[in-house]
Every structure is written in C-alpha cells, then in structure tokens.
C-alpha cells in the first residue's frame, strides 16, 4: 500500500514561514511528479507548486516568489518552504505523487491525507 504521510503544517502569524514535508511509502518503483495543492474552505482544490524528477518546477502566480517546493528522491520526500504567509494562504494543504509502484505499471495518482496551515494574527 502506497501512502504519503505530511507534515509540518500549523498556526503561523502573517509573514511568517512554514515547511511542509510529505515522505512516500519506500515500497515503489519510482516517482515522476511530486507537488502540493491546498483547498480552503468553500473553494477547489487549487495548485501550490510541482516538481518533477527532472527538477521542473511550476508555481501559480500568487505564491511566485514566496514558496519553494524542493525534494529528496533518495528519500521519496517533497518538501516545501513557504515564507511571507498571508491569511489567504490558510488552507488545507496536500501533498501529490504521481507513482509507479513497479517497472511495469504506469504511473498513478496518490495523495496525502492534507495538513491545515493557518495564517492569522
């Protein structure tokens, strides 16, 4: 069973920084893109930033400059740094894995079970 556990989420105030990390289960063959998406209450599912094992990343204009998505491949980790929080950064934030579980299979979509940031004063 393939999982993705999350961590470092929490309440921080306004400008403030916060590092999440999202470890995969070690029992796979391997891991294309790994990212983080957040959905805030009554909103969708929204990106936050990928990355691919190439090292390509993608960030939507409103965390450009503010969040940083890094990961360690040996250790099957994303992480990401996030600093000047604003309160519209408040969301619940998840972590995303496309992962081939064997050297045959294709790639599927696995995510973690989502980690509450919160930016308030």
């Known amino acids: 069973q393939v999982q993705l556990v999350e961590s470092g989420g929490g309440l921080v105030q306004p400008g403030g920084s916060l590092r999440l990390s999202c470890a995969a289960s070690?029992?796979?063959?391997?891991?294309?893109?790994m990212g983080w998406y957040r959905q805030a209450p009554g909103k969708q599912r929204e990106l936050v930033a990928t990355?691919?094992?190439?090292?390509?990343?993608n960030y939507p204009d409103s965390v450009k400059g503010r969040f940083t998505i890094s990961r360690d491949n040996a250790k099957n980790t994303v992480y990401l740094q996030m600093n000047s929080l604003k309160p519209e950064d408040t969301a619940v934030y998840y972590c995303?894995?496309?992962?081939?579980?064997?050297?045959?299979?294709?790639?599927?979509?696995?995510w973690g079970q989502g980690t509450q940031v919160t930016v308030s004063a």
């Open positions: 995303y894995a496309a992962i081939r579980r064997t050297r045959w299979s294709g790639d599927d979509d696995y």
């Open positions: 070690r029992n796979i063959f391997s891991i294309s893109t």
């Open positions: 990355m691919t094992s190439g090292g390509n990343t």
